[in-house]
C-alpha cells in the first residue's frame, strides 16, 4: 500500500467521512451523494450557457445596432452615387433616414396571419358593442313604455275618481235647482235601478247590429263634458269645491277647467 493512501480501516479515514444514521447502507448513500453532485453540476453548466435563441437574439441586436460598415457592398455602391452617411435617402436627401426595421416572426403562422387576427377580433369587438346597444336601447325602450303605460293608468284612475266626484255634486246641485232628471243618465251616479236598465239596455245591444251602436266615452271624456256642465250651469269647480256667485266670478278666482291647473 502506498505511504500517502489511507488505510481505509485507520481512524484517519473514517474521520474524513460523513456521519451516517444507524442501519443506513453506505451503498445507497454515496449513490445519493454522487447523485446531487451530478445535479449540481449540471445546474451550473446550464446557468454558464446561454440558449441558442439567446445567443441569435444578442447577436441580432448587437447587429441591428451597429451601423453598416464600408465592407457591405449595398453601402459601397451608395457612396459611390454620392451618398453619406446620416443622410435621407433620395435626390434631394428627403428620403428614409434609418434602415427598415426588422420584423422577426418567432411563429408558425403565415404571413398576414396577425391582421388577420387583429381584424377578427376588432370585429368581435364591434359586434359586441352593437349587441351591447342593442340590449340597452331595447331596456330604455321597455322602460319608456312602462313608465308611459304606468302614466296613463295614473291619469285613468284619477279621472275615475274625479268623475264620481263630479257626478255627486251634479246631483247635489241639479236637485237644488229642483232638477229631477239629469241631462245625461251618467251625470249622476248610478243607483241599482239604473244598473238593472243598463243590464238589460247591454242584451238589447248585443242584439243590434254593431254599425248602429254608439262609441262609449271614456272616463276622461265623461269628465271632461261634466265639468263643463258645472261650470257652466252651477258655476262649481270640483278641484276647488267651490261654487262661485257667476261666470265672471269663477273666471277670475278658479286657475282653470282641468286637474293640472290646480296642481
Same mark, same amino acid.
Given at each position: 500500500?502506498?505511504?500517502?493512501?489511507?488505510?481505509?480501516?485507520?481512524?484517519?479515514?473514517?474521520? *474524513?467521512?460523513?456521519?451516517?444514521?444507524? &442501519?443506513?447502507?453506505? $451503498? /445507497?448513500?454515496? %449513490? #445519493?451523494?454522487? =447523485?446531487? !453532485?451530478?445535479?449540481?453540476?449540471?445546474?451550473?453548466?446550464?446557468?454558464?450557457?446561454?440558449?441558442?435563441?439567446?445567443?441569435?437574439?444578442?447577436?441580432?441586436?448587437?447587429?441591428?445596432?451597429?451601423?453598416?460598415?464600408?465592407?457591405?457592398?449595398?453601402?459601397?455602391?451608395?457612396?459611390?452615387?454620392?451618398?453619406?452617411?446620416?443622410?435621407?435617402?433620395?435626390?434631394?436627401?428627403?428620403?428614409?433616414?434609418?434602415?427598415?426595421?426588422?420584423?422577426? *416572426?418567432?411563429?408558425?403562422?403565415?404571413? &398576414?396571419?396577425?391582421? $388577420? /387576427?387583429?381584424? %377578427? #377580433?376588432?370585429? =368581435?369587438? !364591434?359586434?359586441?358593442?352593437?349587441?351591447?346597444?342593442?340590449?340597452?336601447?331595447?331596456?330604455?325602450?321597455?322602460?319608456?313604455?312602462?313608465?308611459?303605460?304606468?302614466?296613463?293608468?295614473?291619469?285613468?284612475?284619477?279621472?275615475?275618481?274625479?268623475?264620481?266626484?263630479?257626478?255627486?255634486?251634479?246631483?247635489?246641485?241639479?236637485?237644488?235647482?229642483?232638477?229631477?232628471?239629469?241631462?245625461?243618465?251618467?251625470?249622476?251616479?248610478?243607483?241599482?235601478?239604473?244598473?238593472?236598465?243598463?243590464?238589460?239596455?247591454?242584451?238589447?245591444? /248585443?242584439?243590434?247590429?254593431?254599425?248602429?251602436?254608439? !262609441?262609449?266615452?271614456?272616463?276622461?271624456?265623461?269628465?271632461?263634458?261634466?265639468?263643463?256642465?258645472?261650470?257652466?250651469?252651477?258655476?262649481?269647480?270640483?278641484?276647488?269645491?267651490?261654487?262661485?256667485?257667476?261666470?265672471?266670478?269663477?273666471?277670475?278666482?278658479?286657475?282653470?277647467?282641468?286637474?293640472?291647473?290646480?296642481?
Amino acid at each position: 500500500m502506498a505511504d500517502d493512501e489511507d488505510d481505509y480501516m485507520s481512524d484517519a479515514f473514517l474521520k *474524513k467521512m460523513e456521519e451516517v444514521r444507524p &442501519g443506513v447502507p453506505m $451503498v /445507497k448513500r454515496v %449513490k #445519493a451523494a454522487l =447523485k446531487r !453532485e451530478t445535479l449540481h453540476k449540471e445546474k451550473n453548466e446550464k446557468n454558464r450557457q446561454k440558449t441558442y435563441k439567446e445567443q441569435e437574439q444578442e447577436s441580432r441586436e448587437a447587429l441591428l445596432h451597429n451601423s453598416i460598415s464600408n465592407e457591405n457592398r449595398g453601402f459601397a455602391m451608395l457612396q459611390k452615387m454620392g451618398y453619406k452617411a446620416g443622410q435621407g435617402l433620395g435626390k434631394d436627401g428627403a428620403g428614409r433616414v434609418e434602415p427598415i426595421p426588422l420584423n422577426i *416572426k418567432t411563429d408558425r403562422g403565415g404571413i &398576414g396571419i396577425e391582421e $388577420v /387576427k387583429k381584424r %377578427k #377580433a376588432e370585429e =368581435k369587438l !364591434e359586434h359586441y358593442r352593437r349587441k351591447v346597444q342593442v340590449k340597452q336601447h331595447v331596456e330604455k325602450q321597455s322602460l319608456e313604455d312602462y313608465r308611459a303605460r304606468m302614466k296613463i293608468e295614473r291619469e285613468e284612475r284619477q279621472a275615475e275618481g274625479d268623475l264620481r266626484r263630479s257626478q255627486r255634486a251634479c246631483e247635489q246641485l241639479d236637485s237644488q235647482k229642483h232638477i229631477s232628471v239629469p241631462r245625461e243618465s251618467w251625470y249622476w251616479p248610478e243607483t241599482d235601478c239604473d244598473k238593472e236598465e243598463d243590464d238589460d239596455e247591454e242584451t238589447e245591444a /248585443k242584439q243590434e247590429n254593431e254599425e248602429d251602436e254608439e !262609441e262609449e266615452l271614456t272616463a276622461v271624456d265623461k269628465l271632461q263634458i261634466l265639468t263643463s256642465y258645472l261650470r257652466g250651469v252651477h258655476f262649481y269647480c270640483i278641484w276647488c269645491g267651490t261654487t262661485y256667485n257667476d261666470e265672471e266670478d269663477l273666471t277670475s278666482n278658479c286657475p282653470g277647467d282641468s286637474a293640472a291647473d290646480h296642481d
